[in-house]
């Protein structure tokens, strides 16, 4: 059993593979965090374990400080509460005590430990539900609330996580930040006294920052501890890190209170979404092999988790919003040449959409671009061999539409106040049951009627006059209080979720890929439910290389897109050698988004060489342990940027080497492999044949000579 009951039932150990999370049931119904690392050797050493409590004074609690799994508001403790909620009748805090537990066996990857509390009077219970995922070395957190009274009790807090760490456990904390165009940049900041918060208030995960951490005291990229987890949301969220005066560091998560209510009637429920946690003592290669796996057996959808990803080409670069069938399939037919297995159809396809500025919310077929319908460029793009997929922005409408004449209180907006207009567009409330059920409906009927394989689903701004209104004798109206308003941040997602839920039900052989201009919605809970993510719209090899970097220390190469575009780049004008650019886009699922038509035969030609290598490699790349050998981000004073996969089994090996910083002419560079068996012998694609250990170890020499060089270096295992 991977959960363990000891101690008069007072103390619960949660056992991997690999590791234990340890907490401890105090009187009072307080839940102190007892340990969280590696897996002990016997169970008696979990009852050894002593709780760490400080005694010092009448302004701290009484009970001592200690470091928390559950906090809630009101008592002597001010980190952020776990849990606030307020009743009818002006209740604002509750005394909680505990009632009992309950172990359930989900599935052969996944036990379940519920520990329920209950307010002294009986009206109210939460339940902390802890899963634990023991092949993968990882657990779930998040909460439950049950309203058993006859009075609706409004919650303003439910965070999913809450952990704490002793004096001088950790004192480095890592996250992605970032901006569109410029996603996923690694920070590493040293805790000191204070709080230290990372979150999105902007209606979905953002560009700014992502619902990912990891803290560690002195990690590398292969030694020592590091602590990870993931948010499986894509709201508003928040991180909290929080260092108090005794060297205690207390972390929270989950849905943030900004905002945020949500009111229970009677006998109503609420559950917070699943925070995902890890522990590796490997550094955070270790980290990243454990979250990247568990993303491709268990979080990725299951209709496609065991199938590589495609190479496509996207529409996009190439022709903008100016579509037409025959540029389209001359375009198909160009791609299918080089080896792309996939065509897309980007923006500009539907309604009177020939700019940004109309069209979104019309989703019929332009009748001027395809005369006979999507059916003609379709069945080309299958002669082709190829299948056919298709960009939609479903949460999104024009104001210059059809559905916004028709519907303009299906935007959320005060009734007050004027709009505020991102790329001409407005958000649609996915909280209301008529625009889930437009969505169904369109979406359900595209894909009923056509051969569609993929959906590019694209979100193009965040919320604004986040207000619900309803249409009222010809006046559009507030009907609701704002207490209740403050739930359309989550009724959005909620219905999000519905949405994607039902077109994957029906539609189960498509493959949907999550965009939001880029990275703007990459997180666990969207992962669930989407099988591949557009990283950035940044497509410059040289800022995708640090963006796809970054992105791989919380998410997996396979559900990773990586373009390759034309030279100069549309953002920044710089020119970089086509092999480079390919080499960049090998680094996860690749694509192909530039401008087919402008490539000459030798491009074409050196294209096509790359991506039918590609299909000989992405087993490895897709499915294989990740090796960050040098850095373009974090501190490096190397002069290049080395990226290894490896295969579970350990007999295949592509390393890509990138130039990152060449001065003073030529340089001879050492580079050592990781991840190999160091008994096994090796060959690469020259044919020089050693040891895994002497490659790991003596490494090799790989000779600079000029900006954007780059290579892939190859082994396989052979006999001695």
């Known amino acids: 059993m991977s959960v363990e009951v000891m101690c008069n039932e007072q103390r619960f150990v949660l056992e991997t593979a690999n590791t234990a999370y340890v907490l401890d049931m ?125 009075d609706q009790l409004t919650l303003e807090a439910a965070r999913s996580l809450q952990v704490a760490f002793k004096p001088g456990q950790v004192s480095r904390f890592t996250h992605l930040a970032g901006k569109w165009v410029g996603e ?22 953002s560009h700014q920052a992502n619902p990912w951490f990891a803290v560690d005291a002195d990690a590398t990229e292969e030694t020592g501890d590091v602590w990870f987890g993931h948010l499986a949301y894509s709201g508003n969220w928040d991180i909290h890190v929080e260092k108090d005066a005794f060297g205690l560091v207390q972390l929270c998560g989950g849905m943030t209170d900004f905002d945020f209510s949500k009111v229970l009637k009677a006998n109503e429920s609420f559950e917070t979404p699943p925070f995902f946690i890890g522990y590796s003592e490997n550094g955070f290669s270790g980290m990243s092999h454990l979250a990247h796996r568990f993303q491709r ?42 080896g792309c297995e996939l065509f897309v159809i980007d923006d500009g396809w539907f309604g009177e959409r020939h700019s940004d500025q109309a069209g979104l919310g ?76 437009y969505i169904k409906n369109w979406l359900g009927e595209l894909l009923a009627k056509h051969d569609i394989h993929f959906i590019k689903w694209d979100m193009n701004r965040a919320f604004s006059e986040p207000g619900i209104v309803e249409k009222s004798h010809g006046a559009l109206n507030h009907t609701k209080m704002s207490h209740e308003q403050q739930q359309l941040w989550m009724e959005h997602v ?40 557009w990283t950035s719209d940044n497509t410059d090899a040289v800022d995708r290389l640090s963006i796809q970097y970054g992105a791989s220390f919380a998410y997996n190469a396979k559900a990773m897109m990586c373009w390759i575009t034309d030279s100069p780049n549309w953002l920044n004008q710089r020119e970089v050698p086509l092999t480079y650019r390919c080499h960049v886009a090998m680094l996860g699922a690749l694509g192909v988004g530039g401008n087919l038509d402008h490539w000459d035969d030798i491009e074409l030609a ?4 790359w991506i039918a290598y590609y299909k000989e490699i992405r087993r490895t790349v897709q499915e294989g342990n990740q090796y960050r050998l040098a850095s373009p981000t974090i501190s490096s004073r190397t002069n290049y940027t080395g990226i290894q996969y490896v295969s579970e089994d350990k007999k295949h090996s592509v390393v890509f080497l990138f130039e990152d910083g060449l001065k003073y002419g030529e340089q ?15 060959k690469d694609q020259s044919g020089f044949k050693a040891t895994g250990s002497f490659f790991m170890n003596a490494g090799i020499q790989w000779q600079l000579s000029k900006q954007y060089t780059s290579e892939i270096y190859e082994l396989h295992k052979c006999e001695e």
């Open 26 to 150: 105090h009187e009072g119904g307080h839940l102190q965090h007892i340990y969280w690392g590696k897996k002990l050797a016997h169970k008696c050493d979990y009852k050894a374990m002593r709780p760490f409590v400080i005694a010092h004074s009448s302004f701290e609690a009484t009970r001592g400080v200690m470091g928390y799994e559950f906090i809630p508001w009101g008592e002597m403790v001010y980190s952020e509460p776990t849990f606030k909620a307020s009743n009818s009748t002006g209740e604002r805090g509750f005394d909680w005590i505990y009632e009992d537990y309950k172990l359930e066996i989900i599935n052969d990857q996944l036990t379940e430990l519920s520990l329920c509390l209950k307010d002294k009077i009986g009206r109210y219970r939460i339940q902390l539900i802890y899963g634990v995922y023991e092949e993968y070395d990882m657990i779930s957190r998040r909460l439950a609330v049950i309203n058993e009274s006859e």
């Open 184 to 205: 996923f940049q690694v920070l590493q900041e040293t805790l000191s006294e204070g709080r230290k918060t990372i979150d999105s208030r902007r209606g979905t995960t």
């Open 297 to 338: 057996d268990v979080i990725l959808p299951k209709d496609h988790r065991d199938h590589l990803r495609k190479v496509l080409y996207n529409s996009w670069e190439a022709t903008y919003f100016d579509v037409s069938v025959d540029e389209q399939k001359r375009l198909a037919e160009k791609a299918a040449a080089i």
């Open 362 to 437: 019309d989703w019929y077929v332009n009748q001027d671009k395809f005369p006979n319908g999507l059916s003609e460029l379709i069945s080309h793009v299958e002669s082709l061999n190829m299948a056919f997929g298709i960009w939609v922005e479903p949460e999104m409408v024009n104001k210059d539409s059809q559905l916004y004449d028709q519907h303009p209180d299906w935007v959320y907006q005060f009734s007050n106040k004027n709009h505020t207009e991102a790329r001409h567009q407005l958000v649609l409330n996915l909280g209301k049951k008529e625009v889930r059920a």
């Open 494 to 533: 909620k219905g999000l979720y519905e949405v994607i839920d039902h077109i994957k039900r029906k539609h189960p052989h498509v493959v949907i890929e999550t965009c939001s201009g880029g990275g703007g919605r990459v997180d666990l809970g969207i992962l669930q439910r989407t099988d591949q993510f």
């Open 606 to 609: 050196e294209a096509a060489k």
């Open 668 to 682: 001879l560079t050492l580079i050592k492999f990781k991840g190999l068996d160091p008994e096994a012998y090796y």
